[in-house]
């Protein structure tokens, strides 16, 4: 079992930045691809960005990409979002979730929320205007 706990969310201005972060505890995520999706009030969960296990790989949902950045420290068994330029359209409460698999990066494999088994309990982030 993995369980996960991110931290780093909060209330921020439209044009600021955050960086969540998500502690896994329980065995090394050294062999999982991870992610973060987000959910936003009324509205279906979705895709934020993923990492492939060796961190060599990334893929975004084109609504972040270029402002958002996803990286891993397997020696702290943490993955991390950069979120910067922040919209008040991000705001959501944001997941990590982690996923035992050590392929390459595709989108059927990590960019849908039914691959992954492990979820953590989310992180709010609001955005000011």
């Known amino acids: 079992q993995v369980q996960l706990v991110e931290s780093g969310g909060g209330l921020v201005q439209a044009g600021g930045s955050l960086r969540l972060s998500c502690a896994a505890s329980?065995?090394?995520?050294?062999?999982?691809?991870m992610g973060w999706f987000r959910q936003a009030p009324g509205k279906e969960r979705e895709f934020v960005a993923a990492?492939?296990?060796?961190?060599?790989?990334?893929g975004y949902a084109d609504s972040v990409k270029g402002r958002f950045t996803i990286s891993r420290d397997n020696a702290k068994n943490t993955v991390y979002l950069q979120m910067n330029s922040l919209k008040p359209e991000d705001t959501a409460v944001y997941y990590c979730?982690?996923?035992?698999?050590?392929?390459?990066?595709?989108?059927?494999?990590?960019?849908?929320?039914?691959?992954?088994?492990?979820w953590g309990q989310g992180t709010r982030v609001t955005v000011s205007s």
């Open positions: 979730a982690a996923r035992y698999y050590t392929g390459s990066y595709s989108s059927w494999a990590l960019a849908t929320e039914s691959a992954y088994a492990y």
């Open positions: 329980g065995r090394s995520i050294s062999s999982y691809a």
């Open positions: 990492i492939t296990w060796r961190g060599d790989s990334t």
